[in-house]
């Protein structure tokens, strides 16, 4: 392991894997830290090992592709339901599996990957050959925001590269499930990216329909990340985009400015809340690094447990950050609210799509660009952040919209029901 | 050509080419009519007709790929500009070139496609197995609507399918540049889509920079179309999506209630003005036919001559709708107004970018969300037509924006110069 103690500078006052940064995203490390390998997540576990995978999780998966999908009569489970679905995954899906698509992958064109999860994107052209003389890093940050808003990229911050986040090795079907990381250690910059997802959808959670929101948030994110991956290649620099993986998103996320985690283990961002999908380059490009923002979430996270009560199989804890783990599928030694994700995946499988009860029930799922929602931000951040929720519980409707009242809204009005009556 | 005549229904009153629809569209069609061939669109030509391709026409479609663009320290033609632009068009070509990217096209995995273009899309997983049983026209539409919406469409019309527009040949590499059209003619609907484009990056035309709003245009547009025709497809009904090509999109669009056309040539509609790219969806789901809709542009580019005026090398006519022809690059037996392929695609080649100053030069060239962009369509589609024209000459600057104000507005304020001083 000198590759990686190599990168991790101590910190004399606390654990020696701690670094001085982590004081300001207030993530607390404890000794026995220790890097995180891909193969232990829950979604590479439901490939190879028989405590994850089973008939029900090869079904899930299998349920994204129509001849597959187990549409039945149930809200929210019909063929209109799988189709959107499925259709909203779809350009996700061709973009992702080398497997299916080949040839274009000029970097790595033999070799079986899934690029934005367990690899880097390697569908780019040839960019220029030397890097733009950039006046100023404040002239490359600006230029690549602008581009990024125009590639539909949400919220963007940057953070320096950390040894610490990094998978120490990635997921392969092959042999004992491990690759070596392909990010090179001497990257110095992560952007890291917020891609919106749907708030409409998503009060059908859970239900196969919102999984059109996660799948658009993928394929928008996707083709984001692939597109200004390519501008910063085309402007002379090196560039390897992903979306969730090749390196843990959210203490990246946190360092780059984005926010702070939230007791669902999401990260919450003060544009979006907790609704939006991550996604990184990894880059050289010389960038201003953004520093970690506290907003207010730990403390008001404190005070609310509407994700925990909310999630049925209890995956979410009620007691305070700890270094408890559930399973080899959470990254040992480091302090924080860790859901199970086993008893989160293993309800995906039950109900054949994703979930995501804990956003929907989210006092900061809200749409933050209007003003009331924003005066409500300013109280959550406040001491009357107890105030705050209760005005949530109050005037918020956060139960399950029926998937045919999504479909077409004037049965709503027909049959004169009110959301939460449907609440599940 | 017994395929063709036998869909070709006639009209007693005038030519053996017209169907009763046209008095709708306004598009009058003369005995001398005929399909047209792709290989005689301009982009065609320019690969296989020596009177159009040239070393400057190679170079023009080389500098899409960046080790090949020609960056120099012109405004609007620097590395930067160039490198935005081809990144933007990336993700539109990862998913358009079957030679580059070859196995996952299940339908037609061994040919060389160039798909959206002169291809339909067939990166397509297995759709369901029999038609979903909706329960009217009416159900279908809704839904396919409200999904369209969320696949990032910006307008939606569906009309009946119709074999005048259906390019008789598709353009082909090999032999004599002719491949059989691959659309079913059993199929009963085409769905025209709008995708907007980017009004800031506009007004930046012609740079290399403003063809970023048309890379990201048909990127977009790609995914939107080969999301909704995964959809239609997990639905149970056929979809053969496309962009430009496979047939002529404009008189589609008229049939389908999208708009009117301009002196430019280019459809004009009441929301994106000029401004968007189509896309198609050739589709036997059940579907609401619109009705074409006249909104005042014939009479409206009857007095004003600002794109033919503003266009460079004179490619757009000044006079009134005929069926005169410039070259085979036009269509025959069509009264319309028709602009110069040749000379508008030279204009193109001499740049080294494409060019549509004729859309920023277009008083319908706005955003049609604002108020007052409403109040001026109402005034431009009155008998006060001409002063709405004269309020866009006084009121609206149309002159090009400086690419490095666009990189930076910053410096706009500081070199205290107004767009109109940097008019072409």
């Known amino acids: 392991m000198a590759r990686v103690a190599n990168k991790l500078e101590t910190c004399s006052s606390c654990s020696h894997h701690s670094k001085p940064i982590d004081k300001l995203t207030g993530v607390e490390i404890r000794d026995n830290f220790e890097p995180f390998e891909q193969k232990f997540d ?27 999908a187990r549409a039945r009569r149930a809200d929210g489970f019909s063929q209109k339901d799988y189709a959107f679905r499925n259709a909203a995954w779809h350009v996700n899906n061709v973009i992702r599996d080398i497997e299916k698509s080949g040839s274009f992958r000029k ?47 949400g919220e963007l911050g940057v953070c320096e590269y950390d040894q610490r986040w990094m998978y120490k090795t990635i997921f392969s079907k092959e042999g004992e499930g491990r690759k070596p990381q392909e990010i090179p250690e001497d ?161 995906w499988a039950n109900q054949n799509t994703d979930c995501i009860i804990c956003v929907r029930s989210c006092p900061y799922n809200r749409d933050f660009s209007k003003l009331l929602n924003k005066l409500w931000l300013k109280l959550a951040k406040s001491p009357l952040r107890s105030l705050a929720l209760k005005l949530d519980d109050w005037l918020v409707d956060r139960g399950r919209l029926k998937t045919s009242w999504w479909w077409n809204p004037e049965l709503q009005k027909t049959e004169g029901k009110s959301n939460s009556e449907m609440k599940k």
């Open 42 to 68: 829950i979604y590479c576990r439901s490939i190879w090992d028989p405590k994850i995978k089973s008939e029900k999780t090869d079904s899930f998966f299998e349920g994204y592709y129509m001849p597959y």
């Open 107 to 153: 970097e790595k064109p033999n070799e079986i990957r899934k690029e934005g999860y367990w690899d880097y994107y390697t569908s780019h052209d040839e960019g220029w050959h030397e890097p733009y003389p950039f006046e100023s890093k404040e002239e490359a940050t600006r230029d690549l925001k602008k581009v990024a808003e125009y590639c539909g990229v």
């Open 187 to 347: 990257i110095p910059n992560v952007i890291v990216t917020l891609e919106p997802m749907d708030q409409e959808l998503i009060k059908t959670v859970p239900s196969a329909l919102s999984g059109a929101a996660t799948g658009l948030g993928y394929t928008y994110d996707g083709v984001a990340i692939i597109t200004l991956a390519q501008y910063i290649r085309n402007m002379g620099y090196r560039a390897y985009g992903s979306l969730n993986d090749t390196s843990l998103c959210i203490p990246l996320a946190l360092q780059a400015g984005l926010g702070e985690v939230g007791r669902n283990g999401l990260l919450i961002n003060e544009k979006y809340g907790p609704r939006f999908r991550i996604g990184k380059i990894f880059t050289d490009m010389p960038l201003e690094i953004n520093q970690p923002k506290k907003i207010g979430v730990r403390e008001f996270c404190d005070g609310c447990d509407r994700c925990a009560k909310a999630c049925p199989p209890r995956a979410i804890p009620f007691d305070a950050p700890s270094d408890h783990v559930h399973s080899e599928s959470n990254i040992n030694g480091v302090v924080k609210w860790t859901p199970s994700a086993e008893k989160c995946f293993r309800f």
